[in-house]
C-alpha cells in the first residue's frame, strides 16, 4: 500500500498496479479496491490492474482484459465480463468447487463401507 501512495505523489495519469492485495488481509483487500477504484474515478487516472482475484478486480475497473498463456480470450467492459458466468468458470476458475478427493473403496478394519442410495 506504500507503493500506491508513492506512485501518486508524482501525480500519475498512469497508476500500474502488480497485485496490490497479495498479502493483505481480506478486510483490507476490499477496502483497497474501493478505494483504488474511487481514487481512479475522482482524479482522471487510467489503472492497469493485474491480480489473482478476478471478481474483485473487475469491481474495481471500467474494462478489463483477459489474458490466457499471452493471448487476449476477453476484452470488454467488467461488468459485462463479470455477468458472463461461462468465462468466470471456465477461464478464471471462479465459482468451481473444489473436487472432493475419491475416499478409499476399502473400508478401515471393524468398519462396513456403506455406499450412498443403497
Not at 14 to 24: A, F, H, K, S, V
Request: hydrophobic share 45%.
Amino acid at each position: 500500500m506504500l507503493a500506491i501512495g508513492r506512485a501518486l505523489m508524482t501525480n500519475p495519469k498512469l497508476l500500474l498496479l502488480d497485485e496490490p492485495m497479495e498479502g493483505l488481509a481480506p478486510i483490507i483487500v476490499e477496502e483497497l479496491a474501493l478505494v483504488v477504484k474511487l481514487l481512479c474515478e475522482s482524479e482522471g487516472l487510467a489503472s492497469v490492474v493485474v491480480e489473482q482475484h478476478p471478481v474483485l478486480t473487475l469491481s474495481m475497473t471500467h474494462h478489463a482484459i483477459v489474458l490466457e498463456r499471452g493471448q487476449v480470450v476477453h476484452a470488454g467492459h467488467s461488468q459485462a465480463l463479470a455477468e458472463d458466468t461461462h468465462l468466470l468458470h471456465g477461464l478464471l476458475g471462479v465459482g468451481q468447487r473444489p473436487q472432493p478427493s475419491r475416499p478409499s473403496m476399502d473400508a478401515p478394519a471393524g468398519y462396513t463401507l456403506l455406499q450412498q442410495g443403497a
